[in-house]
């Protein structure tokens, strides 16, 4: 029977999972028992969606200009996809829905659309609810730009950017306005080709270092103006600098998705990552159907994309320096490839739905292991620590030739053993029926 979205865990959650009583709520099928503030999270991502869905049955006279805008700005959605504000702004009405405008400039994307679409939005739910219709459609009206006046960007070097065509679809009784520029998560429709992502590539990771760095200065203008505070005590009664913390967090993993994120997605393909995704709820049902269950599975990135993001960066270091160009990053991208391991990034070949506890017994024990690269380090590095190590090597070549050894070494590993890890939980239960799997492993001394 499934269990109630906001149900609380109790002891029968802590014979089945080993969760401690009250440790974790149900946040639903696609998402599990997850931890207060990680159930807080699931609901904003779907307080936004489901803001979507209303203000497009809000009726005609908005759905009549919001129409416009989108084909206006869609030209060049995906290269100005950071032109959006510096810090989440929250007004009565996304308040009362317990979302902000960063939570729907991310739905927009998701959407195929761009971020401004979640700053119109708010602003004529704002009117609405406090001047009603008439005056929400003038509100809209004050960020149009007049016909045939769409927004012009230039790039020296750019191709040709493919336009957004705008196409309706009925969705829950109202008319949604479908995006079909490619590549975008979960991406339907044409995808763009290699050369045209490659340029919008930088502009896609520039857009996430800005908006993590703005974050962060949010973060230290609230530390600075409440000295003596502590920052537990500022995330507890502090929205703002919560919100902002929680902001961080989602930034550096998408951050660390985008740096990766070198071949670009095509049909069989897709990126399968952030799990709200089209490719990634499909490829978690899929396994469903495999197994004969119903579970809300976790995707697992098989090469980590903070390994992977890392590298990735290194070579764009020596691209800055003029050593290396372009084409060394989509080879050093396709490496893994040619070795018979996955892609790197998001890409749905890299992607592998685990179950919740064995995917976090699965890190604690890789980050508890030693690397066979880096002496003192640990099997599954984190980014940083691995930049670190990178930026020792002077030598492009000797960053070739360290990047086969971690392929075929550490990482070579990890993909291997996360194929197998739940395989081999089974085994141990079946002949241990006390078997948890969640025991952390230490050697004797």
Known sequence: MEPQVGLVSGKLEEQEYGYAP?????????????????????????????????????????????????QQLAPL???????????????PFTEALGTTTETLRQEAVQRGLDPRFGDVAVMAGEELVTAGLGKAVRAVDKVLPPPGSGPQLAMAGAAPMQPMTMAPSFERGGLVMEARLAPRRGGRGDFLPQEQYDVVRPERINAVRDKLDETKEVIRNIEENNPGVKKNALAATNKEYKRAK????????????????????????????????????????????????????ELHHLIPKGISAAMMNRVRGFIDEGVATVEDLKRFAMRPTELGLPDIGDLETNLSPMSRIPHNRFHTEMRYQGSYQFPKQKLEISKQNLASELGKIKNFKDLERLWDEMLKGDVKYLVETARDWEKMDEAIRSVSPTYTGTALYKPKK
């Not at 290269?79 to 007004?91: D, E, K």
């Open 22 to 70: 009250g440790s974790r709520v149900y946040a639903g099928p696609d998402w599990g028992w997850q931890t207060q503030p990680s159930y807080e999270k699931t609901v904003k991502m779907r307080r936004g969606g489901a803001f979507f869905d209303f203000m497009s049955a809000l009726g005609q006279p908005i759905k009549e200009r919001l129409a416009p805008l989108a």
């Open 246 to 297: 929680e902001n961080v967090e989602d930034l550096e993993a998408l951050l660390s998705s985008e740096e990766s994120n070198i071949r670009a997605p095509q049909q069989g393909n897709e990126w399968a990552y952030p799990p709200n995704m089209p490719r990634a709820k499909e490829v978690k049902a899929v396994e469903n159907d495999i197994r004969g269950t119903v579970e809300a599975f």
């Open 77 to 91: 959605a995906e290269a100005v996809s950071g032109v959006v504000q510096a810090t989440p702004l929250v007004g």
